[in-house]
Antibody, heavy 117, light 106 residues
Framework: QVQLQESGPGLVKPSETLSLTCTVS????????WTWIRQPPGKGLEWIGN???????NYNPSLKSRVTISVDTSKNHFSLRLNSVTAADTAVYYC???????????WGQGTLVTVSS | DIQLTQSPSFLSASVGDRVTITCRAS??????LAWYQQKPGKTPKLLIY???TLQSGVPSRFSGSGSGTEFTLTISSLQPEDFATYYC?????????FGPGTKVDI
């Protein structure tokens, strides 16, 4: 069964770049979409974007100017970069796998990123 | 963007109750809808996909229905472990969007 694990700094300064990696184990990255989703403390879920294993991306227009998602199938991971962060970007960030059904059956445990000086 | 609304936003219920949560889409999404359950501090758990398909391992007291713009999640007999927040998500069109959530509490 596939497992996903987010990793990266838990604290980022305002105006800097948030960088996270999601490591995939227990399965191949090929032929699937890989997704980032976030959830500010006490609030709802927001889809950030996804990447196909071959590199094609889709982003949320609300974040598109600041976000980059990349994939490295040789290392079995994909990554999120969000630049020019503010306190509003403080959230738990989840990575997820979009299965052939089209739905996100598998999620990482999430990682809290706080934007603060 | 396709907007999803959920009603109610908060629901007070008791063990054994039948509970229904509604999700409405701002435009038709066919059956491209998922339901998640999230408990405090935990990852969202997929319950239902394709509007009515029960995810493997999810108890049969959960069911989903609907298509187009109106969808429902029903818990036939609420159990203590079902007290949580429930979200719908549309996967018809980018950007994928979530409903604001329904908190089911005692």
């Amino acid at each position: 069964q596939v497992q996903l694990q987010e990793s990266g700094p838990g604290l980022v300064k305002p105006s800097e770049t948030l960088s996270l990696t999601c490591t995939v184990s227990g399965g191949s990255m090929s032929s699937y979409y890989w997704t980032w989703i976030r959830q500010p403390p006490g609030k709802g879920l927001e889809w950030i974007g996804n990447i196909y294993y071959s590199g094609g991306t889709n982003y949320n227009p609300s974040l598109k100017s600041r976000v980059t998602i990349s994939v490295d199938t040789s290392k079995n991971h994909f990554s999120l970069r969000l630049n020019s962060v503010t306190a509003a970007d403080t959230a738990v960030y989840y990575c997820a796998k979009r299965e052939s059904s089209g739905y996100h059956h598998y999620w990482g445990q999430g990682t809290l990123v706080t934007v603060s000086s | 963007d396709i907007q999803l609304t959920q009603s109610p936003s908060f629901l007070s219920a008791s063990v054994g109750d039948r509970v229904t949560i509604t999700c409405r889409a701002s435009q038709g999404i066919s059956s491209y809808l998922a339901w998640y359950q999230q408990k405090p501090g935990k990852t969202p758990k997929l319950l239902i996909y394709a509007a009515s398909t029960l995810q493997s391992g999810v108890p049969s007291r959960f069911s989903g229905s609907g298509s187009g713009t109106e969808f429902t999640l029903t818990i036939s007999s609420l159990q203590p472990e079902d007290f949580a927040t429930y979200y719908c998500q549309q996967l018809k069109t980018y950007p994928l969007t979530f409903g604001p959530g329904t908190k089911v509490d005692i």
